[in-house]
């Protein structure tokens, strides 16, 4: 039948319904092979789905896919009553099962449809499943961890969303969450600009109508700054759980890995303990396929590349089975895995010889992480499943463009280990503000080493991009795989800040160095920075302009801001977050100290007349080595000599400037932050 005759509906669903029992039969057809004490088990279960995908595709009328699936269940029968499945047997099946798969993506395919005639009559030839009893030293091995059968995976109900319906839903939620931050900035504004017309004494001869409709006009304003606030909130929410849509288990992305690690040592002759640890994660399904390919890499590198023969592994006082291991973890922002193998580890030696005299002065660290160069290897021959210097640059690249990076570690004899750190969203970037060439940049502080002052030999990153560079005051320390670089900006925040990640202007086309655009929360464009692959582009460029420097412990200086007034607690923030600070808030005199009693600040801006105690109370609790602003209203002689007694830096009173005070002020009492003189009224 032409699949064009089906409903699409249908195809689609049989696409999946296929793509699950094949992920299922592999998985157990491994663990056949291994010698599973519940081998009548998976079989059966195994027999059950390839019946029930011959039953599907006999209804669709794709005889082909039909038939295959009848042989390989033929096959299957005779694994009955096996101990276990002998190599040659799984090679045939999974070898099938791989066929099935795309048969049900694309039924009338020529190259399938002959590898089906010629797959059928094999699966129908006579053949022993059966195999004698596991080596010795296998037996001696320590049990594996019961793995999950496939009813404890599928307890939950699974409801299908298509890719495309669940796109348009995070491309709308994605709007709507930028928009709303928009939003609360507008009522944000106009709220304190109308705070500024109620303050102000009403104008001779105005009538009471006019005052009402300021009062009304500041109520009506107030209210809307708190449905925008809650419609932020309920924008978030609905961003999370849009996300969650896209979360699917790691089942079918550790069925390949396990799948890779068994085909790779089969072709080099090897024999591998390959386990994996965090089978019950979940990933944002935008990840699985796009991991594939980096953990492809790794996993048949670390078995030709790292395990070494048997017969060296004896030599060494190693089992001769080598042992591969894959750990999945989160942290809620970070999903981590971790390839560790117990090979022979990196040859730094060769490493440093291939390097030549780019190698001088680098430390092990560094010559290990060269390895994600293009063309560096240790190797002196290509072999059937790794070439020379073909892998591990692509891996590098392909975790970078997922956000992510990838680290190594190595010892000499005993092994190595490559960790992937990837965010668990890609629709929303944690970062900083920074101006250069007059083109705003968010800066993703996954890539962010450091934030600081200028040191005046910053490579100013307004020429990476081809733009006129002003003075840079700020010094952006981004790492990548190598080390760090610093460049230099005109302005840069130091308030970190969530941004929806958006695509670019189909204008603008492909720019290098940037991932994606968003807008921020007052209405203005900003592009999302590549941080980390500009690092390692500018450290790998070599140019005389980047300067290499280590890892700081400099971070931005923290503010505690406290007033009761959500008006002027908001508008000292806001002025001290756009100048750069990071900012944590306190709404009473209370929350105040017990913020200081708990975790340290680098300055306090507060009220004086508050609820819950006063200002003079934030002064006496804050340490005496921190600069404290105390800020009134009611300004007098009396309160400003006892914030002088108290050690306050400044008594300021409440106006229309104030905002600007408070910064100034701080900025020129503050360390690490740049000093405008003559500025501070």
């Known amino acids: 039948m032409d699949s064009r005759d089906v409903d699409p509906v249908l195809v689609e669903i049989f696409e999946a319904e296929v793509s699950e029992a094949v992920d299922v039969i592999q998985a157990?057809?491994?663990?056949?092979?291994?010698?599973?004490?519940?081998?009548?088990g998976l079989l059966e279960e195994v027999l059950r789905l390839a019946h029930d995908v011959k039953g599907s595709a006999r209804v669709l009328g794709f005889s082909d896919a039909g038939e295959l699936s009848h042989a390989l269940e033929d096959r299957l029968v005779r694994w009955r009553g096996a101990e276990r499945a002998v190599p040659e047997e799984a090679d045939l099946v999974l070898r099938a099962a791989d066929t099935l798969r795309a048969l049900a993506k694309a039924p009338e395919d020529a190259a399938l449809l002959e590898a089906t005639a010629t797959l059928i009559p094999a699966l129908r030839t006579v053949g022993d499943p059966a195999r004698t009893a596991p080596s010795a030293e296998r037996e001696s091995q320590p049990p594996r961890p019961e793995r999950p059968s496939r009813s404890s995976v599928d307890q939950a109900a699974t409801v299908k969303v298509s890719g495309d319906a669940l796109g348009l839903v995070r491309t709308g939620v994605s709007a709507l969450l930028a928009d709303s931050f928009i939003a609360e900035s507008h009522a944000g504004r106009l709220f304190e600009a109308l705070g500024e017309i109620v303050r102000e004494e009403l104008p001779e001869g105005a009538s009471s109508s006019f005052a009402r409709a300021r009062t009304q006009m500041r109520d009506a304003v107030q209210g809307m700054q708190s449905v925008v606030r809650l419609l932020n909130a309920h924008a978030?929410?609905?961003?999370?759980?849009?996300?969650?849509?896209?979360?699917?288990?790691?089942?079918?992305?550790?069925?390949?890995?396990?799948?890779?690690?068994?085909?790779a040592a089969r072709t080099v002759g090897r024999e591998v303990d390959f386990d994996v640890d965090g089978r019950d994660m979940l990933l944002d399904a935008q990840f699985?396929?796009?991991?594939?390919?980096?953990?492809?890499?790794?996993?048949?590198?670390?078995?030709?590349?790292?395990?070494?023969?048997?017969?060296?592994?004896?030599?060494?006082?190693?089992?001769?089975?080598?042992?591969?291991?894959?750990?999945?973890?989160?942290?809620?922002?970070h999903f981590e895995i971790v390839v560790t193998d117990d090979g022979r580890g990196?040859?730094?030696?060769?490493?440093r010889d291939r390097l030549g005299e780019a190698a001088e002065g680098m430390s092990d660290q560094e010559i290990m992480n060269t390895i994600f160069r293009p063309g560096v290897t240790?190797?002196?021959?290509?072999?059937?499943?790794?070439?020379?210097?073909?892998?591990?640059?692509?891996?590098?690249?392909?975790?970078?463009?997922?956000?992510?990076?990838?680290?190594?570690?190595?010892?000499?004899?005993?092994?190595?280990?490559?960790?992937?750190?990837?965010?668990?969203?890609?629709?929303?970037?944690?970062?900083?503000?920074?101006?250069?060439?007059?083109?705003?940049?968010?800066?993703?502080?996954?890539?962010?080493?450091?934030?600081?002052?200028?040191?005046?030999?910053?490579?100013?990153?307004?020429?990476?991009?081809?733009?006129?560079?002003?003075?840079?005051?700020?010094?952006?320390?981004?790492?990548?795989?190598?080390?760090?670089?610093?460049?230099?900006?005109?302005?840069?925040?130091?308030?970190?800040l969530d941004v929806v990640t958006l695509p670019l202007p189909s204008h603008l086309g492909h720019v290098p160095h940037v991932i994606g655009a968003t807008i921020l929360n007052r209405g203005d464009p900003a592009l999302i920075l590549?941080?980390?692959?500009?690092?390692?582009?500018?450290?790998?460029?070599?140019?005389p302009e980047v300067r290499r420097v280590p890892a700081g412990d400099l971070g931005p200086p923290t503010v505690l801001v406290a007033d009761d007034s959500t008006t002027m607690r908001t508008q000292l923030a806001t002025a001290l977050e756009e100048a750069g600070f990071r900012v944590e808030t306190a709404e009473d005199a209370a929350q105040a100290v017990a913020a200081l009693g708990a975790r340290a600040f680098d300055a306090v801006v507060s009220d004086i007349q508050m609820p819950g105690g006063s200002g003079f109370d934030v002064l006496d609790a804050a340490p005496d080595d921190i600069p404290v602003v105390l800020c009134t209203a009611y300004p007098d002689e009396q309160g400003r000599e006892r914030a002088r007694q108290g050690g306050a830096l400044h008594y300021f009173a409440k106006d229309t400037g104030i905002g600007a005070r408070v910064v100034l002020a701080l900025l020129a009492a503050l360390p690490n932050t740049p000093t405008i003189e003559g500025a501070i009224p």
Do not use: W
């Open 346 to 351: 990196l040859d730094l030696e060769r490493l």
């Open 28 to 40: 157990d057809v491994l663990r056949l092979e291994q010698g599973d004490p519940d081998a009548d």
């Open 378 to 496: 240790t190797r002196e021959t290509a072999t059937l499943i790794s070439g020379r210097g073909v892998g591990l640059d692509s891996v590098a690249t392909m975790v970078r463009d997922l956000g992510g990076r990838v680290f190594v570690t190595s010892h000499a004899g005993q092994g190595s280990t490559f960790r992937l750190i990837l965010p668990m969203c890609l629709s929303v970037v944690e970062g900083i503000v920074a101006e250069a060439g007059g083109v705003r940049f968010v800066v993703p502080t996954s890539g962010l080493d450091d934030v600081g002052v200028a040191g005046g030999d910053e490579l100013p990153l307004a020429e990476v991009f081809g733009m006129q560079a002003g003075r840079p005051k700020h010094s952006l320390r981004l790492h990548g795989h190598e080390g760090v670089v610093a460049v230099g900006v005109e302005f840069a925040a130091y308030a970190t």
């Open 530 to 543: 590549d941080a980390r692959g500009l690092a390692d582009h500018l450290l790998g460029a070599g140019a």
């Open 288 to 333: 699985l396929e796009p991991l594939k390919a980096p953990l492809t890499h790794l996993l048949r590198n670390a078995v030709d590349h790292g395990l070494e023969s048997a017969a060296c592994r004896l030599g060494a006082g190693k089992p001769t089975i080598g042992r591969i291991r894959v750990r999945l973890s989160s942290d809620g922002e």
């Open 236 to 263: 978030k929410t609905l961003a999370e759980h849009a996300r969650t849509l896209g979360v699917a288990p790691v089942t079918g992305l550790i069925v390949h890995l396990e799948r890779t690690v068994r085909d």
